[in-house]
């Protein structure tokens, strides 16, 4: 059974850094897609990073530059590196696997409602900033 433990959501202040960890079972990594998404109070779900298995790597335009998704092979550990960050990140960040194209893993990501075509998600974990 494929499972995502996020951990590693904290209240920061403008300015501060956080790192997320997802931890992931249950299935060959080597194989999938995995990413980040988030959800904000009232808005729609938003995909944020995603990695393909030959470590592709795309991310939406509001957090080039401050977030960095990567991944430990041996443990099967998803991260996301976030610095710099505002309030307007506030949300619930989930992480989430597919066994999806690389078209699917990438394109749009910038877009409302962006899935990637993700089978699996995680419960999440939240991350407030103020200002």
């Known amino acids: 059974q494929v499972q995502l433990v996020e951990s590693g959501g904290g209240s920061v202040q403008a300015g501060g850094s956080l790192r997320l960890s997802c931890a992931a079972s249950?299935?060959?990594?080597?194989?999938?897609?995995m990413g980040w998404f988030r959800q904000a109070p009232g808005k729609e779900r938003e995909g944020v990073a995603t990695?393909?298995?030959?470590?592709?790597?795309s991310y939406a335009d509001s957090v080039k530059g401050r977030f960095t998704i990567s991944k430990d092979n041996v443990e099967n550990i998803l991260y996301l590196q976030m610095n710099g960050l505002k309030p307007e990140d506030t949300a619930m960040y989930y992480c989430a696997a597919g066994f999806v194209t690389p078209a699917s893993c990438f394109t749009g990501i910038s877009s409302p409602g962006f899935r990637g075509g993700m089978t699996y998600w995680g419960k999440g974990t939240l991350v407030t900033i103020s200002s």
């Open positions: 249950g299935y060959n990594p080597s194989n999938y897609c």
């Open positions: 990695m393909d298995s030959h470590g592709s790597i």
